[in-house]
């Protein structure tokens, strides 16, 4: 009686999972095309995220650069594996319209001369064939889901590490390497060690070793990779300007010669976002005196405290004004002649939520034209292994021009 019982069971079982099965494309379809329309959101948001840790809470560039192109990366490949998982049923309900339309396929009789005689596939077989390619690259992600998921989970952990330790970069990323590489190590070894038996349990290892006996082991591995190089390009544009965040660095060369309005102009730049260094209401400008911005950045106040006890001497030498506050840090000039900034107000700008400085300077005597406006910037960059400081004169931390009416 219980085995008659269990074997209806695992009968009714087998007939519900087989109707899933043949109509998994609905669940796919919504599933796909709810996450697509929350990957193009996140993009911006991680990127005003990544600006908030440098800015505000005095992350290393490199570290928050890190953390941008990672999940910038993350995102990038999904969007292109649901994007490709859409394609694929958009084909395929092409194909099964046509089975519906015409059942029988091909009639041989009704075709050109040139066109007979040759063995055409069944609308029916292509549905079935088409059918197996879109789950399985619908699928294929899951697999990529638990390995991000388990990654970003270490990299929170040593992000937390580094922020409550006070660690320096180089040493979080020598042990992130390190840990990644004895890692690599004990996959790649031949032993069948405790590990690698766990391993082989989980999800992650089953799915990869399902697609791999499957599609073969190296079309598995290249169909990632041929991912992952599309990725690039999207990678690109999502974390396009955030060298500009580089505090401690001038602005680069092609900054120089191509300057970006909307870094530096208030009417030209999206509210949301933030500053990543000096700016100013408008281009054009009418009156004789002007509003200037600086954004501020938590890591300069290390810098401050640096030079008010061990390098006050530096301040003399270079005939530097008092520094009590980090905007202090700063020199504004225009065409090359120094402006004297004595009070700078601290203000939140909104909706970005971004910590700045503001002060107006005088512009009177100047003539109608284009004029220069260099911001220079006193710093002290700290060796990545010895840990000494390095007294540093930006002379091109921000570097634009305005037009004066």
């Not at 009704?110 to 699928?139: H, R, W």
């Not at 391993?199 to 591995?221: C, D, L, P, R």
């Not at 900054?255 to 976002?273: I, R, S, V």
Request: glycine share 4%; proline share 3%; charged share 20%.
């Amino acid at each position: 009686m219980n085995e008659n019982q269990d074997t209806h069971r695992k009968s009714e079982e087998l007939s519900w999972l087989e109707n899933l099965q043949r109509n998994s494309w609905e669940p796919e379809v919504i599933i796909s095309g709810i996450i697509l329309a929350f990957l193009f959101i996140f993009p911006t948001k991680i990127y005003e995220f990544c600006a908030y840790l440098t800015q505000d809470l005095g992350l290393d560039y490199l570290f928050s650069s890190l953390i941008l192109i990672y999940l910038t990366g993350i995102i990038s490949i999904f969007k292109i594996f649901f994007v490709v998982h859409l394609a694929l049923r958009f084909l395929w309900a092409g194909l099964l319209g046509l089975s519906y339309a015409y059942p029988k396929g091909v009639i041989q009789e009704k075709l050109f001369k040139v066109g007979q005689g040759y063995n055409y596939q069944k609308p029916d077989e292509m549905v079935l064939k088409l059918e197996k390619i879109c789950s399985s690259t619908f699928a294929y992600p899951v697999s990529m889901v638990i390995i991000f998921l388990a990654l970003t989970i270490y990299l929170g952990v040593l992000f937390s590490l580094y922020v409550w330790l006070n660690l320096d970069f180089i040493q979080v990323y020598a042990f992130m390497m390190f840990s990644l590489l004895i890692f690599s190590l004990l996959m790649m070894s031949k032993r069948k060690t405790k590990f690698k038996i766990w391993y082989s349990q989980t999800m992650v290892s089953s799915i990869n070793a399902i697609y791999q006996s499957n599609t073969g082991k190296w079309f598995s591995m290249a169909y990632t990779i041929f991912i992952m190089a599309l990725a690039i390009p999207i990678i690109a544009s999502d974390t396009k300007d955030f060298f500009m965040f580089r505090n401690e660095y001038n602005v680069l060369p092609k900054e120089l010669e191509w300057p970006a309005k909307h870094l530096y102009f208030e009417d030209n730049h999206d509210p949301a976002t933030r500053f990543s260094r000096a700016f100013l209401p408008q281009e054009e400008i009418s009156e004789n005196y002007i509003r200037i911005g600086l954004a501020r950045y938590e890591g300069d106040r290390k810098v401050l405290e640096a030079f008010q006890s061990e390098f006050s001497t530096t301040t003399d030498t270079l005939n530097w004004i008092e520094l009590n506050e980090t905007a202090d840090l700063h020199r504004i000039y225009v065409n090359d002649s120094l402006i004297q900034v004595n009070d700078w107000g601290k203000y939140r700008l909104s909706p970005s939520g971004q910590k700045v400085y503001q002060s107006i300077i005088n512009l009177e005597g100047l003539k109608p034209g284009r004029h220069k406006l260099r911001v220079e910037k006193l710093f002290l960059r700290y060796h990545p292994f010895t840990g000494e400081p390095e007294v540093k004169l930006l002379k091109n931390w921000a570097n634009f021009e305005f037009i004066k009416k």
